[in-house]
C-alpha cells in the first residue's frame, strides 16, 4: 500500500470511529460544521466572521451559509460595534448557550466511551499518536524550552521512562526499577555544583529529560535521557546532550561518559553527531531481552 492509500484509509476510517458522517453529530440536531461553528463561539466571548473562517480554514460563502443558518435557529446573534459597522461580533444567545453546553458534554462523554474499553498502554500509544500527527500536520515552530528540575519532575521521568521504553522495546519493570533506582539516588546525593537535571518542555509541556551525575572528581556521567515519541524530530534530545555537555565542562570535569543500547538509533547518532565515541560494549540481559549494552565517552576540552 502506498504513503497516499495508507493516509487515505486512515482517513476512512477514522470520520467513521468517532461518526462524522452524520447528519446528526452525536446524535444532536447539528451536521459537524454547525457543530464546531457552536464550539468556536462557545469558547470565546464573540468572534467575527473572519476570525472564524481563520480559524476553521472555511471558504467564505459556506461560513456565511452556515452561522446563516444557525442565526435563523436563534443560536447566534450578529451585533456591529460603534467604532466600525463593517465588523459584526457573533455571539451565541442564551439558547445558543444551551446547545453548545449540550454538544460539549455530548462530545467529552463520546470520548470517554471510546477510549475506556482500551488498557492504560493502549491509551497513552493513542493520545501520543495523536500528538504526532498534529505536531507533524501543523508544520508550525515549537516553542522549545529546557529548565533545571523541580520537586515531583523526577518521578514523571521515572513513570515516563517505565512506560515509553517499554512500549517501544518492551524492557518491563526490571528496566523501570533500574530507572527508579538512578532516579532516587540522584535526589538523595544531589551535589548542585557537579549534578544537574533537565526538563526539557514543549509549549509549556514536558516531553523530555536528562542529567548529569558525578562519576569521580574527573568523570560525568549522563544519565535519563527520553524525548517523547510525539516530541521526536523537532530537537529536542540533541539540546538536552548539548546542555549536558556544556554544564560538564563549566562544572570542570574532563570527561563525560554514558551507557546506552545499540537498538536506540536516535540517541545514539545525536551522541555521535556532538563527538562521543564508542569505547566498549557488552551483551546483557538486564531487562530480560537480549541486547547489547554500549559505552560511549566524550573527551572535554
Known amino acids: 500500500m502506498s504513503r497516499i492509500e495508507a493516509v487515505r484509509q486512515f482517513n476512512r476510517f477514522y470520520t467513521r470511529r468517532i461518526g462524522v458522517l452524520q447528519d446528526d453529530y452525536l446524535g444532536t440536531s447539528f451536521p459537524l460544521p454547525q457543530a464546531r461553528v457552536l464550539y468556536e463561539l462557545g469558547q470565546r466571548s464573540s468572534s467575527t466572521a473572519s476570525e472564524l473562517r481563520a ?20 443560536l447566534v446573534a450578529a451585533e456591529a460595534p460603534t467604532d466600525d459597522r463593517r465588523r459584526r461580533h457573533l455571539t451565541l444567545t442564551p439558547k445558543g448557550r444551551k446547545a453548545f453546553a449540550t454538544l460539549d458534554d455530548t462530545s467529552r ?28 500536520l501543523e508544520s508550525k515552530e515549537r516553542t522549545i524550552t529546557l529548565r533545571a528540575h523541580r520537586p515531583g519532575d523526577i518521578g514523571w521521568v521515572m513513570s515516563r521512562h517505565g512506560r515509553v521504553y517499554d512500549d517501544e522495546y518492551g524492557w518491563g519493570f526490571a528496566f523501570e526499577a ?8 540522584f535526589l538523595r546525593k544531589f ?11 514543549m509549549d509549556g509541556e514536558p516531553v523530555g529529560s536528562v542529567c548529569v551525575v558525578k562519576q569521580s572528581r574527573t568523570v560525568a556521567k549522563l544519565r535519563l535521557l ?33 551507557w546506552t543500547q545499540s537498538n536506540l538509533t536516535a540517541a545514539r547518532a545525536i551522541y555521535a553527531a556532538l563527538g562521543f565515541r564508542k569505547a566498549k560494549s557488552q551483551p ?5 531481552v537480549p541486547l547489547v549494552g554500549e559505552y560511549w565517552e566524550l573527551k572535554l576540552k
Not at 116 to 128: I, N, T, V
Not at 191 to 201: F, T, V
Open 191 to 201: 551535589d548542585p555544583k557537579g549534578e544537574r537535571a533537565w526538563i526539557a518542555e
Open 284 to 288: 546483557h540481559r538486564e531487562f530480560g
Open 55 to 74: 480559524e476553521l480554514d472555511l471558504d467564505a460563502g459556506y461560513l456565511s451559509r452556515l452561522l446563516a443558518g444557525l442565526r435563523r435557529q436563534g
Open 226 to 258: 527520553l524525548v517523547e515519541p510525539h516530541a521526536r524530530g523537532h530537537g529536542v534530545g540533541r539540546r538536552l546532550v548539548q546542555q549536558c555537555i556544556a554544564f560538564s565542562r563549566e562544572a570542570g570535569y574532563r570527561k563525560l561518559v554514558l
Open 109 to 136: 462523554r463520546a470520548m470517554g466511551e471510546m477510549l475506556a474499553p482500551l488498557p492504560p498502554a493502549h491509551r497513552e500509544k493513542l493520545l501520543h499518536a495523536m500528538h504526532t500527527v498534529q505536531s507533524v
Open 178 to 185: 533500574l530507572v527508579g533506582e538512578i532516579g532516587a539516588r
